[in-house]
Protein backbone atom coordinates (compact mmCIF):
# COMPACT_ATOMS: atom_id res chain seq x y z
CA UNK A 1 0.00 0.00 0.00
CA UNK A 2 1.31 3.22 -1.30
CA UNK A 3 1.82 5.91 2.09
CA UNK A 4 0.71 8.37 0.07
CA UNK A 5 -3.05 9.86 0.92
CA UNK A 6 -4.57 11.60 -2.23
CA UNK A 7 -6.65 14.31 -1.89
CA UNK A 8 -9.26 12.90 -4.49
CA UNK A 9 -9.07 10.00 -6.52
CA UNK A 10 -11.83 9.61 -9.72
CA UNK A 11 -13.50 6.47 -10.71
CA UNK A 12 -14.13 6.38 -14.18
CA UNK A 13 -13.88 9.00 -17.20
CA UNK A 14 -16.42 10.19 -19.92
CA UNK A 15 -18.18 13.63 -19.53
CA UNK A 16 -18.88 13.42 -15.51
CA UNK A 17 -15.06 11.86 -15.05
CA UNK A 18 -13.05 14.29 -17.32
CA UNK A 19 -15.36 17.22 -16.21
CA UNK A 20 -14.88 16.41 -12.58
CA UNK A 21 -11.17 15.90 -13.30
CA UNK A 22 -11.10 19.61 -15.01
CA UNK A 23 -12.70 21.26 -11.98
CA UNK A 24 -10.92 19.31 -9.34
CA UNK A 25 -7.39 20.05 -10.87
CA UNK A 26 -8.13 23.55 -10.77
CA UNK A 27 -9.00 23.64 -7.59
CA UNK A 28 -5.45 22.26 -6.81
CA UNK A 29 -6.72 18.87 -5.74
CA UNK A 30 -4.12 16.78 -7.60
CA UNK A 31 -6.61 14.37 -8.57
CA UNK A 32 -6.17 11.47 -9.75
CA UNK A 33 -8.26 9.65 -12.87
CA UNK A 34 -8.97 5.64 -13.42
CA UNK A 35 -10.25 5.92 -16.85
CA UNK A 36 -10.41 2.22 -17.33
CA UNK A 37 -8.25 -0.02 -19.23
CA UNK A 38 -11.07 -0.61 -22.11
CA UNK A 39 -13.91 1.41 -21.20
CA UNK A 40 -11.92 4.42 -21.25
CA UNK A 41 -13.67 7.72 -22.61
CA UNK A 42 -17.46 6.10 -21.69
CA UNK A 43 -20.08 5.28 -23.56
CA UNK A 44 -19.27 8.17 -26.20
CA UNK A 45 -16.51 7.05 -27.03
CA UNK A 46 -18.94 4.33 -29.47
CA UNK A 47 -21.45 7.53 -30.81
CA UNK A 48 -20.75 8.98 -34.28
CA UNK A 49 -21.58 12.80 -34.41
CA UNK A 50 -22.92 14.21 -31.30
CA UNK A 51 -25.14 17.39 -32.52
CA UNK A 52 -26.47 18.54 -28.77
CA UNK A 53 -23.68 19.08 -27.02
CA UNK A 54 -23.40 23.02 -26.52
CA UNK A 55 -20.82 24.91 -28.42
CA UNK A 56 -20.61 22.77 -31.19
CA UNK A 57 -22.85 24.42 -33.71
CA UNK A 58 -21.75 21.56 -36.30
CA UNK A 59 -21.77 18.87 -34.19
CA UNK A 60 -18.47 17.10 -33.39
CA UNK A 61 -17.31 13.05 -33.37
CA UNK A 62 -17.74 11.39 -30.11
CA UNK A 63 -14.19 10.21 -29.66
CA UNK A 64 -13.70 13.62 -30.39
CA UNK A 65 -15.43 15.47 -27.73
CA UNK A 66 -13.64 12.86 -24.99
CA UNK A 67 -10.21 13.59 -26.77
CA UNK A 68 -11.25 17.15 -26.13
CA UNK A 69 -12.06 16.83 -22.42
CA UNK A 70 -9.24 14.64 -21.36
CA UNK A 71 -6.95 16.93 -22.71
CA UNK A 72 -8.20 19.80 -20.95
CA UNK A 73 -8.24 17.45 -17.78
CA UNK A 74 -4.64 16.64 -18.09
CA UNK A 75 -3.65 20.20 -19.37
CA UNK A 76 -4.92 21.06 -15.64
CA UNK A 77 -2.76 18.56 -13.65
CA UNK A 78 -5.33 15.64 -13.79
CA UNK A 79 -3.29 12.33 -13.68
CA UNK A 80 -4.51 10.06 -15.53
CA UNK A 81 -4.22 6.08 -15.08
CA UNK A 82 -5.21 3.65 -18.10
CA UNK A 83 -6.43 1.05 -15.87
CA UNK A 84 -9.55 -0.37 -13.65
CA UNK A 85 -10.26 0.05 -9.79
CA UNK A 86 -11.17 -3.55 -8.94
CA UNK A 87 -11.75 -3.10 -5.52
CA UNK A 88 -13.09 -0.21 -3.39
CA UNK A 89 -13.13 -0.05 0.48
CA UNK A 90 -14.99 3.63 0.70
CA UNK A 91 -15.72 3.68 4.44
CA UNK A 92 -14.23 5.36 6.95
CA UNK A 93 -11.50 8.76 6.82
CA UNK A 94 -9.47 7.49 4.53
CA UNK A 95 -10.54 5.84 1.31
CA UNK A 96 -8.70 2.37 0.07
CA UNK A 97 -8.79 1.36 -3.61
CA UNK A 98 -6.80 -0.98 -5.44
CA UNK A 99 -6.44 -1.00 -9.24
CA UNK A 100 -6.11 -3.96 -11.73
CA UNK A 101 -2.21 -3.81 -11.60
CA UNK A 102 -2.69 -4.47 -7.88
CA UNK A 103 -1.57 -1.08 -7.04
CA UNK A 104 -3.26 -0.03 -3.56
CA UNK A 105 -4.21 3.37 -3.14
CA UNK A 106 -5.80 5.73 -0.26
CA UNK A 107 -7.84 8.86 -0.63
CA UNK A 108 -9.63 11.51 1.85
CA UNK A 109 -12.12 11.56 -0.94
CA UNK A 110 -13.93 9.90 -3.97
CA UNK A 111 -15.71 10.54 -7.08
CA UNK A 112 -17.36 7.62 -8.48
CA UNK A 113 -17.93 7.94 -12.71
CA UNK A 114 -18.09 4.76 -13.50
CA UNK A 115 -21.00 5.31 -16.00
CA UNK A 116 -22.75 2.47 -17.59
CA UNK A 117 -23.22 -0.80 -19.76
CA UNK A 118 -25.00 -1.98 -22.67
CA UNK A 119 -28.12 -4.01 -21.72
CA UNK A 120 -28.32 -7.58 -22.88
CA UNK A 121 -31.82 -8.94 -23.90
CA UNK A 122 -31.16 -12.20 -21.93
CA UNK A 123 -30.82 -15.04 -24.46
CA UNK A 124 -28.45 -17.52 -24.17
CA UNK A 125 -27.83 -17.65 -27.32
CA UNK A 126 -26.81 -13.79 -27.37
CA UNK A 127 -24.16 -13.72 -25.17
CA UNK A 128 -22.76 -17.01 -27.27
CA UNK A 129 -22.77 -15.27 -30.86
CA UNK A 130 -21.14 -12.09 -29.34
CA UNK A 131 -19.33 -11.00 -31.37
CA UNK A 132 -20.15 -13.36 -34.30
CA UNK A 133 -23.38 -11.38 -35.71
CA UNK A 134 -24.27 -10.25 -32.26
CA UNK A 135 -22.61 -6.71 -31.37
CA UNK A 136 -24.16 -3.58 -28.95
CA UNK A 137 -22.13 -0.78 -31.35
CA UNK A 138 -22.66 -0.19 -34.68
CA UNK A 139 -19.77 1.93 -35.05
CA UNK A 140 -17.46 -0.52 -33.73
CA UNK A 141 -19.20 -3.75 -35.95
CA UNK A 142 -21.38 -2.05 -39.06
CA UNK A 143 -18.54 -2.16 -41.24
CA UNK A 144 -18.46 -6.10 -41.39
CA UNK A 145 -22.32 -6.15 -42.37
CA UNK A 146 -21.97 -4.18 -46.06
CA UNK A 147 -24.91 -5.17 -48.29
CA UNK A 148 -26.37 -7.66 -45.46
CA UNK A 149 -29.86 -7.59 -43.61
CA UNK A 150 -29.69 -7.31 -40.19
CA UNK A 151 -32.12 -6.07 -37.15
CA UNK A 152 -31.79 -3.72 -34.34
CA UNK A 153 -33.80 -4.06 -31.08
CA UNK A 154 -34.88 -1.03 -29.39
CA UNK A 155 -36.80 2.13 -29.79
CA UNK A 156 -34.91 4.82 -28.03
CA UNK A 157 -32.62 7.62 -29.24
CA UNK A 158 -29.64 5.11 -29.21
CA UNK A 159 -31.38 2.80 -31.55
CA UNK A 160 -32.94 5.40 -33.87
CA UNK A 161 -29.17 6.22 -34.03
CA UNK A 162 -27.43 2.77 -34.83
CA UNK A 163 -30.05 1.65 -37.53
CA UNK A 164 -29.29 5.25 -39.05
CA UNK A 165 -25.64 4.69 -38.67
CA UNK A 166 -25.64 1.11 -40.11
CA UNK A 167 -27.56 1.80 -43.30
CA UNK A 168 -24.17 3.39 -44.72
CA UNK A 169 -23.41 -0.60 -44.49
CA UNK A 170 -26.42 -3.04 -44.73
CA UNK A 171 -28.96 -2.98 -47.55
CA UNK A 172 -31.62 -3.26 -45.14
CA UNK A 173 -32.39 -2.64 -41.22
CA UNK A 174 -35.03 -3.66 -39.45
CA UNK A 175 -35.86 -1.82 -36.34
CA UNK A 176 -37.62 -4.28 -33.90
CA UNK A 177 -39.63 -2.92 -31.44
CA UNK A 178 -41.76 -4.65 -28.76
CA UNK A 179 -44.43 -1.62 -28.63
CA UNK A 180 -46.39 -0.01 -31.12
CA UNK A 181 -44.87 3.41 -31.31
CA UNK A 182 -41.11 4.31 -30.18
CA UNK A 183 -40.02 6.68 -27.33
CA UNK A 184 -37.19 8.18 -29.06
CA UNK A 185 -37.13 12.06 -30.07
CA UNK A 186 -39.35 13.17 -32.54
CA UNK A 187 -36.07 14.37 -34.54
CA UNK A 188 -34.67 10.86 -34.05
CA UNK A 189 -37.63 9.25 -35.59
CA UNK A 190 -38.13 11.41 -38.16
CA UNK A 191 -34.62 10.67 -39.45
CA UNK A 192 -35.41 7.28 -39.24
CA UNK A 193 -38.71 7.46 -41.18
CA UNK A 194 -37.16 8.93 -44.16
CA UNK A 195 -34.22 6.70 -44.42
CA UNK A 196 -35.37 4.25 -47.04
CA UNK A 197 -33.48 1.30 -45.90
CA UNK A 198 -34.97 1.14 -42.46
CA UNK A 199 -38.49 -0.81 -41.64
CA UNK A 200 -39.76 -1.30 -38.73
CA UNK A 201 -41.29 -4.68 -37.10
CA UNK A 202 -44.08 -3.32 -34.57
CA UNK A 203 -45.54 -5.18 -31.75
CA UNK A 204 -42.89 -7.93 -31.72
CA UNK A 205 -39.35 -9.35 -29.16
CA UNK A 206 -36.49 -11.26 -29.95
CA UNK A 207 -36.58 -14.93 -27.83
CA UNK A 208 -33.92 -16.35 -29.30
CA UNK A 209 -31.12 -16.03 -31.79
CA UNK A 210 -30.72 -18.68 -34.47
CA UNK A 211 -26.70 -19.48 -35.65
CA UNK A 212 -24.40 -22.23 -35.30
CA UNK A 213 -20.80 -20.21 -35.67
CA UNK A 214 -22.53 -17.08 -36.98
CA UNK A 215 -25.91 -15.30 -36.33
CA UNK A 216 -28.30 -17.20 -38.97
CA UNK A 217 -31.57 -15.17 -37.85
CA UNK A 218 -33.61 -14.44 -34.92
CA UNK A 219 -37.02 -16.45 -33.65
CA UNK A 220 -39.04 -13.65 -32.81
CA UNK A 221 -42.73 -13.76 -31.14
CA UNK A 222 -45.59 -11.07 -31.59
CA UNK A 223 -46.37 -9.34 -28.39
CA UNK A 224 -49.80 -8.61 -28.79
CA UNK A 225 -51.10 -12.18 -29.80
CA UNK A 226 -48.21 -14.37 -28.94
CA UNK A 227 -47.46 -16.33 -32.44
CA UNK A 228 -43.87 -16.87 -33.20
CA UNK A 229 -42.00 -16.88 -36.54
CA UNK A 230 -38.52 -16.87 -37.80
CA UNK A 231 -36.79 -14.40 -39.81
CA UNK A 232 -33.32 -14.57 -41.55
CA UNK A 233 -30.90 -11.65 -40.40
CA UNK A 234 -26.58 -12.20 -40.37
CA UNK A 235 -26.32 -9.50 -37.47
CA UNK A 236 -28.19 -8.63 -34.46
CA UNK A 237 -27.56 -5.36 -32.60
CA UNK A 238 -29.07 -4.12 -29.20
CA UNK A 239 -29.65 -1.22 -27.98
CA UNK A 240 -32.37 -1.44 -25.01
CA UNK A 241 -30.79 0.87 -22.94
CA UNK A 242 -28.03 0.68 -20.21
CA UNK A 243 -26.98 -0.39 -16.40
CA UNK A 244 -25.37 1.32 -14.05
CA UNK A 245 -22.09 -0.20 -13.43
CA UNK A 246 -22.02 -0.26 -9.84
CA UNK A 247 -21.27 -3.72 -8.98
CA UNK A 248 -18.01 -2.67 -6.95
CA UNK A 249 -20.52 -0.48 -4.54
CA UNK A 250 -23.01 -3.31 -3.19
CA UNK A 251 -23.08 -3.34 0.34
CA UNK A 252 -21.35 0.33 0.44
CA UNK A 253 -23.38 3.36 -0.68
CA UNK A 254 -27.10 3.21 -0.71
CA UNK A 255 -28.09 2.22 -4.28
CA UNK A 256 -31.62 2.50 -5.50
CA UNK A 257 -33.89 -0.60 -7.00
CA UNK A 258 -32.49 -0.32 -10.53
CA UNK A 259 -28.49 -0.12 -8.96
CA UNK A 260 -28.00 3.71 -9.33
CA UNK A 261 -26.20 5.40 -6.82
CA UNK A 262 -28.80 7.21 -4.49
CA UNK A 263 -27.23 10.69 -3.89
CA UNK A 264 -28.81 13.79 -1.53
CA UNK A 265 -31.41 16.56 -3.25
CA UNK A 266 -29.24 18.99 -5.24
CA UNK A 267 -25.87 17.42 -4.36
CA UNK A 268 -23.68 14.50 -5.34
CA UNK A 269 -23.28 13.35 -2.08
CA UNK A 270 -23.81 9.88 -1.38
CA UNK A 271 -24.36 8.31 2.00
CA UNK A 272 -20.76 7.73 2.58
CA UNK A 273 -18.74 11.04 4.39
CA UNK A 274 -16.10 12.14 1.14
CA UNK A 275 -17.86 9.91 -1.36
CA UNK A 276 -19.51 11.49 -4.21
CA UNK A 277 -21.35 10.51 -7.44
CA UNK A 278 -22.16 11.57 -10.73
CA UNK A 279 -22.74 11.05 -14.28
CA UNK A 280 -24.48 7.90 -15.61
CA UNK A 281 -24.24 6.18 -12.61
CA UNK A 282 -26.79 8.38 -10.57
CA UNK A 283 -29.29 9.67 -13.44
CA UNK A 284 -31.71 7.23 -15.39
CA UNK A 285 -33.50 10.34 -16.39
CA UNK A 286 -31.76 12.95 -18.72
CA UNK A 287 -28.68 10.62 -19.83
CA UNK A 288 -26.95 13.19 -21.65
CA UNK A 289 -23.48 13.82 -21.83
CA UNK A 290 -23.79 17.52 -21.00
CA UNK A 291 -25.97 16.49 -18.04
CA UNK A 292 -23.19 14.30 -17.24
CA UNK A 293 -20.32 17.10 -17.65
CA UNK A 294 -22.74 19.05 -15.32
CA UNK A 295 -23.11 16.39 -12.96
CA UNK A 296 -19.11 15.90 -13.17
CA UNK A 297 -18.59 19.57 -12.28
CA UNK A 298 -21.01 19.56 -9.18
CA UNK A 299 -19.30 16.21 -7.69
CA UNK A 300 -15.70 18.27 -7.99
CA UNK A 301 -17.33 21.46 -6.28
CA UNK A 302 -18.77 19.57 -3.48
CA UNK A 303 -15.82 17.15 -3.34
CA UNK A 304 -13.04 20.62 -2.90
CA UNK A 305 -15.69 22.38 -0.05
CA UNK A 306 -15.76 18.53 1.47
CA UNK A 307 -11.95 18.31 1.63
CA UNK A 308 -11.34 22.37 2.66
CA UNK A 309 -14.05 21.06 6.00
CA UNK A 310 -11.36 18.80 6.82
Known amino acids: MSETIHDLIIVGSGPAGYTAGIYAARAQLSPVLYEGSVTAGGALMNTTEVENFPGFPAGIIGPDLMDNLKAQAEKFGTKLVRDDITKMELDGPVKVLTDGSGNVLRSKAVILATGSAYKEIGLANEKRLSGRGVSWCATCDGFFFRDQEIAV?????????????????????????????????????????????????????????????????????????????????????????????????????????????????????????????????????????????????????????????H
Open 153 to 309: VGGGDSAMEEATFLTRFASKVVVIHRRDSLRASKIMIDRANANPKIEFLWNTEVVDVLGGDNVTGLKLRNTVDGTESERAFTGLFVAIGHSPRSELLLGQVNLDDEGYVKVDVHSTRTNLSGVFACGDLVDHTYRQAITAAGSGCAAALDAERFLAG
